[in-house]
Structures are given as structure tokens and as C-alpha cells.
């Protein structure tokens, strides 16, 4: 890191939220603010987890630690009064720094993406690699939305290698840059190892941790999104970061996926359950099953 974690959550402003508007000093709101679309998809993402968490009945907390943060579902839709958002996917990360600092001319840019939008443009943007934060922001943005299932998968020289896929529309109805943009003016946002912002962690923050999946058909390997993948020893490192953060008074919930080796893994730690829900990275939808996944937290949850 090019910078002090701690000076650069100094540097985010903490709105404050007052239950009677009569009794609002300047700068504070009434409401807290609404959910917001995340700009991108994200394979694995937490959409629809998010949302039952936003109407759960969960600790009290003033900030929010995403430390796999990918769509970063979780905090557009709790809209937390502070968050930590953390990917090791620097491009991801610049999509919503980009958004943060200019987000009028991300989507500038974006719009000329979908006016050229046609299978030879999107495998000439695939190879280019543009210069200036919106310019990297915008491409990410393209081919997220319409690349294969909205997956980001990278080959060894870590170069974005997924396939077009069926979708064509590039600028969506509920697009709401500006939006995202105060959003994230409240979060700060970093591109390292998912233990810095785990590492902060105390009395007061969530965090929502919803690291690469794990798999039972071949032991130790993982669902790859990023370069390198994401092995057994992060897993256990994970667990132990988590352990640490709790034993400093910070609450967590946790997804991955339903597998004998992560019920060990994560035994004893809170409160374990299981949620069903859809496969849909499937390139068929045959092969888009029910399955389920295991939820830790360190709280009773009703999802």
C-alpha cells in the first residue's frame, strides 16, 4: 500500500442519521438513504442476500467491512454510514474510484461503449489496455456487462480473457452513477489483501465476508476470479483473521460454500446455517441447480 490505512479512513467524511427531522442539525438526514443498484455484476455476487440482510434484524453498527468486496452488494444495499471496501482486483477497485472522483465521465465513456457495442468491438476493447482511471473504469464496466454470465476470470499473465456473451445492453434503466457516487463518498476503498481491512476491525463494525468459493471435487481448489487463485491456506487465514476481529468486539457474517472441509474449518465459530438458493454461472440452464450455501455469523441471524 502506497498509504496508511488509517489515514486514509481519516479522510471519509461519517454522516450522522436523527430520528425526528425537527431535531436535524445541518448535515444530518432524517431517512437513512436508499438502496442503490451496484454498477456491476459479480459472479458469486450477493444480490439477493443483501437485500434480505437489509431488512434483517442485525447488531447495531456503524461501519461496514467488505473485504472480498466485488459488487459490493452488501453495501449498496445497507447503505451503512461508513464502510471499508476491499477487492485485490485492482480493476475492480478502480471502477469505483473512478465513479467516486468523476462518475459524469465514466458514464461519458460508457456511452460510447454501447453506441460501438458489437462482437469485434467487444474483443478489441477485451485486448486494449487504456490509460486514465475512467477510461480503465468504463472498459471494466463494458465488458462486465457484456461478457459471459457477468464473470471475471483472467488468464496467467493476468489478462481478462472471458467470452462475449448473450446480453447487449450496455446502459441500464436503473443506472444511477450519481447515486453510487455519494455512496461511495462515504466509504473508503482499497486494493489489497483481504486481511488489512480485517485487521481494523473492532467494536462497532460488520463485516460481511464473502470470499471465492471453496470445492469438494478437487481438494483445494477454488473458484478463480482473480490471479492467483485463492487457496486453502487463505481460507485458514481467513478463519483466523475473522477470529481475531471478533476477539476486538467486531461482528461477522460469512458465506461459502456447503462442504464438509469448511464445516471443520469453521466449527465452533458463532452461529452456523444453511441457505438454498440458484446456481447461475451455468453456461446452460441445465446446469443451473438448486444448491445450498453456509452462513457463519456471530449472531443469531433469520435471513
Not at 18 to 38: L, M, N
Not at 205 to 222: H, M
Request: glycine share 6%; proline share 7%; hydrophobic share 40%.
Amino acid at each position: 500500500m502506497a498509504f496508511a490505512l488509517d489515514q486514509a479512513i481519516a479522510c471519509v467524511p461519517s454522516p450522522t442519521y436523527c430520528s425526528d427531522q425537527s431535531e436535524c442539525a445541518p448535515g444530518e438526514s432524517a431517512v437513512a438513504p436508499r438502496p442503490i443498484t451496484p454498477p456491476l455484476k459479480w459472479a458469486g455476487g450477493k444480490r439477493w442476500l443483501a437485500q434480505r440482510l437489509a431488512g434483517a434484524d442485525l447488531p447495531s453498527f456503524t461501519r461496514l467491512i467488505e473485504p472480498f468486496a466485488g459488487s459490493a452488494a452488501a453495501f449498496f444495499a445497507m447503505r451503512p454510514p461508513k464502510a471499508i471496501l476491499n477487492d485485490n482486483n485492482s480493476e475492480l477497485i478502480n471502477v469505483y474510484q473512478a465513479i467516486q472522483l468523476d462518475h459524469g465521465e465514466v458514464y461519458r465513456i460508457l456511452r460510447t461503449h454501447a453506441e460501438a457495442h458489437c462482437p469485434s468491438y467487444y474483443y478489441d476493447v477485451r485486448a486494449s489496455i487504456p490509460a486514465g482511471r475512467e477510461c480503465r473504469a468504463a472498459r471494466t464496466l463494458y465488458l462486465n456487462r457484456t461478457c459471459w454470465n457477468a464473470l471475471y476470470r483472467v488468464n496467467r499473465r493476468g489478462e481478462f480473457n472471458v467470452p462475449i456473451g448473450t446480453k447487449t445492453a450496455v446502459l441500464l434503466p436503473n443506472d444511477d452513477f450519481s447515486g453510487v457516487a455519494a455512496a461511495l463518498n462515504t466509504a473508503t476503498l482499497l486494493n489489497d489483501d483481504f486481511t488489512s481491512p480485517l485487521a481494523v476491525a473492532t467494536e462497532g463494525d460488520l463485516i460481511f465476508a464473502d470470499p471465492p468459493y471453496f470445492s469438494s471435487s478437487k481438494r483445494g481448489t477454488f473458484v478463480k476470479y482473480t490471479n492467483p487463485a485463492f487457496s486453502w491456506k487463505d481460507q485458514e487465514r481467513l478463519a483466523a483473521a475473522i477470529d481475531q476481529a471478533r476477539g476486538r468486539g467486531a461482528n461477522f457474517i460469512l458465506t461459502n460454500a456447503d462442504t464438509p472441509e469448511l464445516e471443520t474449518l469453521y466449527g465452533g465459530r458463532g452461529y452456523l446455517s444453511k441457505l438454498a438458493r440458484h446456481t447461475v454461472i451455468s453456461g446452460k440452464a441445465a446446469g443451473r441447480s438448486k444448491t445450498t450455501e453456509l452462513l457463519w455469523t456471530s449472531f443469531p441471524l433469520q435471513v
